[in-house]
C-alpha cells in the first residue's frame, strides 16, 4: 500500500468550481516563485511552478538559444526528456544562465525502453543536463503491454534526494492504482495529453483522490485546432483583450493544472507568461468546459510501447 506526503494540493473538480475560484481571488494561489510565477505544493511536500516552459519537438540544435531566451523571459520550470534528445542543450541553457540552481525547477522523463536499466538511464540523463538532481523525474509512458512499470517505478523510488520528486506521465486510473497498490510512494504528478477539446476528467478525478497533480501537455492542443475558433475562447478573449492562448492557459491555471506550453518564438514566450493580470469568471469556465469532446491529439496510453 502507497503513501501520500503531507503537502497541499490544488485539485480540479468541477464540483469545487465556485470554491477554487474563491481561493483564487482571495489567495492569488498559495505562493508565488521568485519570478511571481504561482507554485503549487506537491503531495510531497515539494513545491512546483506552475506555469512552465516545454521542449518537446525543440530542434537539440536551437534548445540552448530557446531555453536561454525561456529563462530571459522569466521561466524558471523547463521540462525535458531523454527521448527528446535535447538534454545536453538544455543543461548548457542552465549552466549559461547564472541563475541559482534553487530557483530552478528542472524535470525529465524516463523512456520505457530503459524501465528495466532506469538507474543508468537516469544517471545518464543526470549527466546530459549537467546536474546533481532534477526536481521532478517522471515515467514517460505506462507501457502496460511490457507489464514493467512497477519495476520501474520502485526503482525511481530509491533514487531519494537526486530525483526530490517523482510521477508518471499518461498513467490512466486503472495503472495508478496498480501503481499504489504494489509500491510505497504515490506519484507526486500525473503528466497526461490535456486541452479544452480533451479535459481528462476521470484522470483528474482519480489524482485528486490519491493527492496527484495534474500537468497537462499539448495544453494549447498543439494548435492542430483552431482554439481562437472555438466560440467561448473567442468570447473570453474579447472580453478580456487576450489572445486565445492567453485564455486557454488561464483556463488551465484556474483549474490548478501545472503547464509548459512550448514556443521557440521569445515574444510568444513574453505573452504566455502574461496571464496573471486578468481572472476568467466562473461562466466562462464553464463554457471552455463545454468545449470536451474526448478529442485525443497523442497515442491512448495504452498503445505506446
Not at 505562493?31 to 510531497?44: F, Q
Not at 469568471?281 to 495504452?302: C, K, V, W
Amino acid at each position: 500500500m502507497s503513501i501520500v506526503g503531507t503537502g497541499q494540493f490544488f485539485g480540479s473538480p468541477e464540483e469545487e468550481r465556485d470554491k477554487l475560484l474563491r481561493d483564487l481571488m482571495a489567495q492569488k494561489r498559495d505562493r508565488t516563485s521568485p519570478s511571481g510565477i504561482p507554485v503549487i505544493t506537491l503531495n510531497d511536500g515539494n513545491t512546483i511552478p506552475q506555469l512552465g516552459f516545454g521542449v518537446f519537438k525543440v530542434d537539440p540544435q536551437e534548445t540552448e538559444q530557446v531555453v536561454t531566451e525561456a529563462l530571459a523571459a522569466g521561466y524558471r520550470h523547463i521540462d525535458t526528456a531523454a527521448f527528446y534528445d535535447n538534454e545536453e542543450a538544455v543543461g548548457r541553457a542552465i549552466a549559461r544562465s547564472g541563475i541559482p540552481r534553487g530557483e530552478l525547477f528542472i524535470t525529465t522523463k524516463l523512456w520505457p525502453s530503459r524501465f528495466d536499466d532506469a538507474e543508468m538511464a537516469f544517471n545518464e540523463s543526470l549527466e546530459k543536463l549537467g546536474l546533481d538532481y532534477v526536481d521532478l523525474y517522471l515515467l514517460h509512458w505506462p507501457a502496460p503491454r511490457n507489464n514493467n512499470f512497477v519495476r520501474a517505478w520502485k526503482a525511481l523510488e530509491g533514487f531519494g534526494e537526486r530525483a526530490r520528486s517523482i510521477g508518471v506521465c499518461n498513467f490512466l486510473p486503472e495503472h495508478l492504482d496498480r501503481l499504489i497498490d504494489e509500491t510505497t510512494i504515490v506519484p507526486a504528478v500525473n503528466q497526461v495529453e490535456l486541452h479544452p477539446a480533451l479535459q481528462q476528467r476521470e484522470t483528474r478525478a482519480h489524482a485528486r483522490k490519491h493527492g496527484i497533480a495534474v500537468e497537462a501537455w499539448a495544453p494549447l492542443g498543439q494548435w492542430r485546432y483552431d482554439l481562437a475558433g472555438e466560440a467561448p475562447i473567442a468570447a473570453a478573449a474579447e472580453a478580456h483583450a487576450k489572445t486565445a492562448a492567453q485564455v486557454v492557459i488561464r483556463w488551465h491555471l484556474q483549474n490548478g493544472i501545472i503547464i509548459f506550453p512550448k514556443t521557440v518564438n521569445p515574444e510568444r514566450m513574453k505573452e504566455n507568461l502574461n496571464v496573471f493580470d486578468f481572472e476568467l469568471t466562473a461562466e466562462e469556465m464553464l463554457a471552455i468546459d463545454g468545449l470536451d469532446r474526448g478529442q485525443r491529439l497523442g497515442s491512448h496510453p495504452n498503445e505506446k510501447h
